[in-house]
């Protein structure tokens, strides 16, 4: 199994800063993968972030609003520019265990813009 | 697209009831699927997982979910909910990139 630890698991913020979330995994993975859940909703992917390139992201994202960086294969993160509050949701980082057999994720940050 | 619809928005059982949780796929191969839970302020759990053979699956917490190719349908089932079960369910299956489409969840309440 893998561990994920998120941070921070929640704030408050002003419309027009940005937040960057942090996701660290205890062992490598090869693919890692942000998701958003919006308040009373499913979970939905942003996108899926690349070690040594450009992250893919999913119709509806876009980089300069999410851009995610993926230094290396236990670390990425994931920044919501440019904040509203329409992006107040729960965002979630998860990995893809070694056999591909279940995917992990961190216990989420709760993100409330003001 | 790939898709998993959960047609159940909201249920509501008795503790000691029987419950069943409605899932259905869209997806042209087997698909690999799942099912999660995602207690208030907790993030998600994996209750079990489907991805070929005995198409009566076991998980955790006495859950349990029945793969229907017939009926694209894999549903989750406990034969006695206690109370600690209300949660949100979710459904799920993987996408050829591995990352996840989750169905709309399913909300239980469980009454005393």
């Known amino acids: 199994s893998a561990v994920i630890s998120q941070k921070p698991s929640r704030d408050i913020c002003q419309r027009g800063t940005s937040l960057t979330i942090q996701c660290q995994v205890d062992?490598?993975?090869?693919?890692m993968f942000w998701y958003r859940q919006q308040p009373g909703q499913s979970l939905t992917l942003i996108a899926t972030?690349?070690?040594?390139?450009?992250?893919?992201?999913e119709s509806g994202f876009v980089i300069d609003k999410f851009p995610i960086s993926r230094p290396n294969l236990t670390f990425s993160t994931l920044t919501v520019s440019n904040m509203s509050p329409e992006d107040s949701s729960i965002y979630l980082c998860?990995?893809?265990?070694?056999?591909?057999?279940?995917?992990?994720f961190g216990q989420g940050t709760r993100l409330t813009v003001v | 697209a790939q898709s998993v619809t959960q047609p159940d928005i909201h249920i509501t059982v008795s503790e000691g009831a029987s419950l069943e949780l409605r899932c259905n796929y869209s997806?042209?191969?087997?698909?690999?699927l799942f099912w999660y839970v995602q207690s208030p302020g907790q993030g998600l759990q994996l209750l079990l997982k489907?991805?070929?053979?005995?198409?009566l699956v076991q998980g955790i917490k006495g859950f349990e979910a029945e793969f229907k190719r017939s009926q694209s349908s894999f549903n989750l089932r406990k034969p006695s909910v206690h109370w600690s079960d209300a949660a949100e369910y979710f459904c799920?299956?993987?996408?050829?990139?591995?990352?996840?489409?989750f169905g709309s969840g399913t909300r239980l309440q469980v009454q005393p």
């Open positions: 799920a299956s993987y996408t050829g990139r591995r990352a996840l489409t």
């Open positions: 972030a690349n070690q040594g390139s450009e992250a893919t992201y």
């Open positions: 997806y042209g191969a087997t698909p690999y």
């Open positions: 062992s490598q993975v090869t693919m």
């Open positions: 489907y991805f070929s053979g005995d198409t």
């Open positions: 998860s990995v893809t265990g070694a056999r591909n057999t279940e995917a992990f």
